[in-house]
Nanobody, 117 residues
Framework: QLQASGGGLVQVGGSLRLSCAASGRTFMYYHTGWFRQAPGKEREFVAASRRRGGSTEYADFVKGRFTVSRDNAKNTVTLQMNSLKFEDTAIYYC????????????WGQGTQVTVSS
């Protein structure tokens, strides 16, 4: 199971840090990351942290602003979001997958991020 937290209301240009805690002993065998879904839009990929080596991947619209990291010892994955924009408003979901982020195996429950002007 994945449990996300850290969402909230922030002004444009502000920062938020999302956290996701995973239960179970197999966390280290999965790639992990974050997706988001804005009102009226489909869920989209945001960032990923690979299971080995910790290499990362980002959607173009968050590069340079968001940072994903994971701690296998604590079974957590975090998303540091800086320079937030109004269009970052969405429900953010943490996820874990064994193969590709187009085939997510586990979803967290989602946490709301609202960026206001």
């Amino acid at each position: 199971q994945l449990q996300a937290s850290g969402g909230g209301l922030v002004q444009v240009g502000g920062s938020l840090r999302l956290s996701c805690a995973a239960s179970g002993r197999t966390f280290m065998y999965y790639h992990t990351g974050w997706f988001r879904q804005a009102p009226g839009k489909e869920r989209e990929f945001v960032a990923a942290s690979r299971r080995r080596g910790g290499s990362t991947e980002y959607a173009d619209f968050v590069k340079g602003r968001f940072t994903v990291s994971r701690d296998n010892a604590k079974n957590t994955v975090t998303l540091q979001m800086n320079s937030l924009k109004f269009e970052d408003t969405a429900i953010y979901y943490c996820a874990a997958w064994a193969a590709d982020y187009n085939q997510v195996d586990f979803w967290g429950q989602g946490t709301q991020v609202t960026v206001s002007s």
